[in-house]
């Protein structure tokens, strides 16, 4: 899966002198906690996150009245508070490149591009998105966690052994196990006993996490 299937866009953007209070009113008034800041030709030259704006302040406020602090505030712009040095990602980056960048340098939303002009943005909110989809989150069915071993076969033992019970996979995730030699395996079923699933599979794991019966949401 690549990032342009599940970015957010059209992107809302900014321009550097807009005012900080315009640019918070937008944000909220979109919905959202980061844009690109783009200039009049539509090339990215920042981002503003809404914690940028939030602690935007005059640089000499302690001996200023109320009146004067909120006419400073009200000439501060977007290019003063935005973080220049942007990281940047394309359409056709791997989602788990975008995710990995993203929690490598600890930020919350990358700009896409395509050629020198911004046509998305990848956030945390989308990830979460992609995280439920991957674990079948908002579907009905059992849900089976499991310790396999991390060697050839053990996955289509399991596969196969839920179609024997006729029941259907409708999501699947596997993840780091408790050493080198082990994966932890999630699978989310529909059309099974969670009992039945359970007494099938936990021959051929070396240990059964957790089964439980899951709504949809």
Known sequence: MLVGERMTHPVITVEPDTPVQEALNMMRRENVRRMPVTDSAGHLVGIVAERDLLHASPSDATSLSVWELNYLLSKIVVKEVMTKDVVTITEDTLLETAARIMADRKIGGIPVMRDSKVVGI??????????L???GARKAGVRLTVMVPN????????TKAIFDLGGNIIAMGTFLGEDTE??????KVEDVDAEALRGAI???????????DTLSA
């Open 133 to 135: 989809e991957i674990l």
């Open 151 to 158: 060697k050839p076969g053990e996955l289509a033992q399991i």
């Open 122 to 131: 990848m956030t945390e909110t989308d990830l979460f998105k992609i995280f």
């Open 202 to 212: 936990e021959p051929m794991v070396s240990r059964v996490i957790d089964v439980r």
């Open 182 to 187: 082990s994966t932890e395996l999630t699978i």
